[in-house]
């Protein structure tokens, strides 16, 4: 009797040691780092102009972002740099306008030779403008990009999901 009363002392006297166990929070981290890798790259978001307020669309589609033309509130930019004056571009009524045609056809120039698809559909080019920006403007720069071979026209707007626009009213 002697004997298992030691033995049983010694038992309820070994305390356990709190312990941690690191593979399943390693996993955890694993699987957050390579969530936060496949997110953070290669964004397609254009960066927007402070003086721009894009118009909503419920469109699904992506841009090509080659070629970026801005409107501002007084100017047409290319590279944030001041290609004609909107003022010019109103007097134009909706025709080309001669200084961004000259100027899309430098850029042109610089980028070569048309590609198989680009010969097709013409080159690709994103338009920014505020919503407020009246029609006859768009339509000058845009017919001056198809001039200059620059068809494949795409125009930047807020992605909207359907819900969304039906509660705000834009919806059909």
Do not use: W
Not at 10 to 26: D, H, I, P, Y
Not at 129 to 136: A, I, R
């Amino acid at each position: 009797m002697g004997l298992q009363g030691t033995v049983l002392d010694r038992r309820e006297k070994a305390q356990k040691t709190a312990g941690l166990n690191l593979v399943s929070l390693m996993d955890i981290f694993t699987i957050l780092v390579f969530f936060l890798l496949m997110n953070s790259g290669d964004s397609q978001e254009i960066e927007k102009a402070k003086f721009i307020t894009l118009p909503d669309s419920q469109a699904k589609g992506s841009f090509q972002n080659d070629l970026l033309i801005m409107i501002s509130d007084d100017a047409v930019l290319i590279n944030e740099q001041e290609v004609v004056s909107l003022e010019k571009v109103k007097a134009a009524k909706g025709k080309a306008v001669p200084e961004l045609a000259a100027f899309l056809k430098e850029y042109a120039g610089e980028q070569g030779e048309l590609t198989a698809f680009e010969k097709k559909h013409g080159r690709p080019v994103t338009i920014m403008g505020d919503q407020s920006v009246p029609y006859e403007i768009l339509k000058g720069v845009m017919a001056s990009c198809s001039q200059e071979n620059f068809r494949d026209i795409a125009l930047a707007v807020n992605q909207v999901m359907k819900g969304i626009a039906d509660v705000q009213g834009g919806g059909a």
